[in-house]
């Protein structure tokens, strides 16, 4: 009896999690096609079955933060960040919303604290170079840096280069 009490309740437990990674994977398809209300309508009601749940609180935060709530994407991060101070990515996702909010100088030492604990942490490079440009002290994305020696001569090989850049700053025009 006690055998198959704990086997019914094994399988309404995995029901509920596969049922939140669908839910999961349709919030992000949600945020895919621009639809972030919804999204995060999504995101909201995996949180109110499984509100200790990190990626739903991480992604709702960012697609809060992308409609404008500010404040609500900070309360999530912030929840996050005080369950585990060493989320780098949600640190990296504050910090990106710092600058977004008009306080650039907090979101650069958000980022120079992950970048202590993980000094090789390319999203978190990248987005201090981005905090830096944003306010005309940066430099050139990394990747741009290296091109002049590296860039492959053929024109087919560059553009897929190029495409990679994209992902880095949207722009290639300077090669």
Same mark, same amino acid.
């Given at each position: 009896?006690?055998?198959? =009490? ?7 437990? %995995?029901?509920?999690? %596969? &049922?939140?990674?669908?839910? =999961? *994977?349709?919030?992000? %398809?949600?945020? @895919? *096609?621009?639809?972030?209300? +919804?999204?995060? #309508? ?7 079955? %499984?509100? &200790? ?10 697609? =809060? &933060? ?6 609500? &994407? ?5 929840? @996050? ?28 030492? +958000? ?10 942490? $390319? ?11 944003? +306010?005309?002290?940066?430099?050139? !994305? !990394?990747?741009? +840096?290296? =091109?002049? *020696? ?10 897929? $280069?190029?495409?990679?850049? #994209? ?9």
């Amino acid at each position: 009896m006690k055998a198959a =009490l704990l086997g019914l309740a094994l399988a309404v437990a %995995s029901l509920g999690a %596969s &049922a939140d990674e669908a839910a =999961l *994977e349709n919030a992000r %398809s949600l945020v @895919l *096609e621009a639809r972030l209300s +919804q999204a995060v #309508d999504a995101y909201s009601a995996i949180l109110a079955r %499984s509100p &200790a749940e990190r990626e739903p609180r991480l992604e709702r935060g960012r697609a =809060l &933060a992308w409609l404008g709530r500010h404040d609500e &994407a900070l309360a999530d991060l912030d929840l @996050l960040l005080a369950r585990d101070p060493d989320d780098a990515e949600a640190s990296i996702a504050r910090a990106r919303l710092l600058g977004w909010m008009g306080r650039p100088a907090e979101g650069e030492a +958000q980022v120079l604290r992950v970048l202590e604990a993980r000094p090789t942490d $390319v999203d978190a490079r990248l987005t201090l170079e981005d905090r830096r440009r944003w +306010q005309g002290r940066g430099t050139a !994305p !990394p990747a741009k +840096q290296a =091109l002049p *020696e590296a860039a492959p001569r053929d024109r087919r090989a560059r553009l897929d $280069v190029g495409l990679q850049l #994209d992902a880095l700053d949207g722009d290639r025009s300077d090669w």
